[in-house]
């Protein structure tokens, strides 16, 4: 069993930065990819990125790719989710989720087992 706690959501202005990150508990953290999805009102729950478990590939959406960074300490359990440049468009509930070995299809949520309650990124004009 794994329990994820997100944070570090906010408002911002377009432009700006913050800082997710995901807290895991449980035992065998580096055996998880470990992704980042959001989902804006009235939205389908979309991919953001992952960082697999075995290598530390990291995959981005193209939405994201060259503003947000994923990244992960193995030694605290946490994943992050540094995010640059921020759009309105970014306005969304990001959730953490973790998915046991996951090596394929990272952007299909229904391959993580276990997710996050969610941190809201308002990001006004």
């Known amino acids: 069993q794994v ?4 944070s570090g959501g906010g408002l911002v202005q377009a432009g700006g ?5 995901c807290a895991a508990s449980g035992r065998a953290f580096s055996n998880y990819a470990m992704g980042w999805f959001r989902q804006a009102p009235g939205k389908e729950r979309e991919f953001v990125s992952t960082i697999n ?8 959406a193209d939405s994201v790719k060259g503003r947000f960074t994923i990244s992960r300490d193995n030694a605290k359990n946490t994943v992050y989710l540094q995010m640059n440049n921020l ?3 970014d306005t969304a509930a990001y959730y953490c989720a973790a998915g046991w070995r996951v090596t394929t299809n990272y ?17 006004s004009s």
């Open 107 to 123: 952007f299909d949520p229904r391959r993580y087992s276990y997710w996050g309650q969610g941190t809201q990124v308002t990001v």
């Open 87 to 89: 759009k309105p468009e």
């Open 3 to 6: 329990q994820l706690v997100e």
């Open 17 to 21: 930065s913050l800082r997710l990150s």
């Open 53 to 60: 478990w075995s290598n530390d590939n990291t995959y981005y």
